[in-house]
C-alpha cells in the first residue's frame, strides 16, 4: 500500500545558482540564516530567508576540501567534517582549528552527513568511496575526543555502513536514526543522553533497492534511497528519496504517513527553519546526473522551500 501524497505541494526556489550536490541544511535562529554545504564545489553556503523568499545574495564560503557536514557552534561560527578532519570556525570565513583528525584513509573515505544532539556532542558518519564494503562508520565528537560509535574502519562486521546517512534523533532524544543510503535502510536505536551510547538496533524503514540497469525515464520504477533526514515535533523522521524525487513522513512506529514529491529527482536532505519551524528546506543534487534528468528537473541542484503544518524542532549547538 502506497502513502498517501501530499497533492501539489507549492515549493519556491531559494536559490537560482545549483550547487553540484547540496547537503547539510540548518536554520540559525539568532541569525534568521539558511546554512548549507556543496560537497563537490567545496563550499559552505548562508542566505538569509523570510518567509519563502530569500533576502539579498548567497553567501558562499570556498574550502580546500569537501565539506561532508556543518553545525552551529554555542556563542558563534561553526563546526565542519571536512574530508581530513573535523574543524572549528569561531567566524564566517575564518580561521579552522583542528579539532580532530579523519580516523580512516582519506584516498578512499570522508566525512558525509552529521548533525550535533541535544547535549551538544558532534556526530559525523564517513562515506567509503569505493563502495564495495561497509567500512563507513559514525563517530562522536566530544570534550574527550572522537569516539567511533557504530562500525569500524578496518572491519566491517561491526555494524558498518557504505554510506553514513540520515543521522537524526526525536524530539525526547531517546531513540537515534541512522540511515545506510546503499543498503536503503534506515536504522533505529535507544539512546542514552547522559552516555550518548546506542543500543538496539533495529530496522526502521527499508525501501526497495534499485533494478539493475534501471535509468530515471525508464519503464522500471523506483522510490529512492534513504539520504539526509530531519525530524518534526510530532517525532516524525521525514526521509529524502535521493533519485526517489520524493520526500518520506515516517511516523516513529517506522509507518510512511506520506510522501511529498520534490522537484529535483535527487533531494538530499530536508530541514525545518523559518520563525516557526514551519518551513521545510530541502537542498537538491545536480553533479552526475543526465541531461535528460536535468532537463526534466531543470532546479536540481538548487535549495527549495515549503510551508508545512507540523513544526520541526530547532537545530542542536555544538558546545565547544
Not at 34 to 57: E, K, N, S, T
Not at 122 to 145: N, T
Not at 237 to 263: D, H, K
Not at 303 to 315: C, H, L, N, S, T
Amino acid at each position: 500500500m502506497h502513502a498517501p501524497a501530499l497533492s501539489s505541494p507549492t515549493w519556491t526556489a531559494i536559490t537560482t545558482e545549483p550547487d553540484g550536490l547540496g547537503e547539510s541544511p540548518f536554520w540559525h535562529p539568532q541569525e534568521q540564516h539558511l546554512y548549507w554545504v556543496d560537497i563537490p564545489g567545496r563550499r559552505i553556503a548562508r542566505v538569509a530567508v523570510q518567509g519563502l523568499q530569500a533576502q539579498g545574495p548567497v553567501e558562499y564560503w570556498p574550502l580546500t576540501q569537501e565539506p561532508g557536514c556543518i553545525a552551529p557552534v554555542q556563542g558563534g561560527g561553526l563546526i565542519m567534517a571536512l574530508r581530513d578532519g573535523i574543524y572549528l570556525a569561531r567566524e564566517w570565513g575564518g580561521p579552522l582549528q583542528l579539532l580532530a583528525a579523519a580516523p580512516y584513509d582519506t584516498s578512499k573515505q570522508r566525512f558525509n552527513d552529521g548533525k550535533c544532539d541535544a547535549q551538544g556532542r558532534f556526530w559525523v558518519g564517513s562515506l567509503y568511496e569505493p563502495k564495495d564494503q561497509a567500512l563507513g562508520a559514525l563517530f562522536r565528537l566530544d570534550g574527550q575526543g572522537l569516539h567511533a560509535m557504530l562500525g569500524d574502519t578496518k572491519d566491517e562486521a561491526h555494524g558498518g555502513v557504505v554510506t553514513a546517512n540520515g543521522l537524526a534523533w526525536s524530539p525526547d532524544s531517546r531513540t537515534a536514526y541512522w540511515a545506510d543510503t546503499a543498503a536503503h535502510q534506515v536504522r533505529a536505536f535507544d539512546f542514552d543522553t547522559a552516555s550518548g551510547q546506542l543500543s538496539h538496533p533495529r530496522v526502521f524503514y527499508q525501501a526497495i533497492p534499485k533494478s539493475a540497469g534501471w535509468a530515471w525515464g525508464g519503464a522500471t520504477p523506483y522510490g529512492g534511497r534513504p539520504d539526509g533526514a530531519a525530524v518534526d515535533a510530532e517525532g516524525c523522521y521525514w526521509s529524502a528519496q535521493y533519485e526517489g524525487g520524493r520526500l518520506l513522513r515516517i511516523a516513529p512506529s517506522g509507518q510512511v504517513l506520506a510522501e511529498v514529491p520534490t522537484p529535483a529527482l535527487c533531494p538530499t536532505m530536508p530541514c525545518f527553519g523559518g520563525a516557526d519551524l514551519k518551513t521545510l528546506f530541502i537542498t537538491t543534487a545536480r553533479h552526475g546526473r543526465s541531461e535528460q534528468e536535468l532537463a526534466h528537473y531543470p532546479g536540481a541542484g538548487c535549495v527549495w522551500a515549503m510551508r508545512v503544518e507540523v513544526a520541526g524542532v530547532p537545530v542542536n549547538v555544538y558546545r565547544a
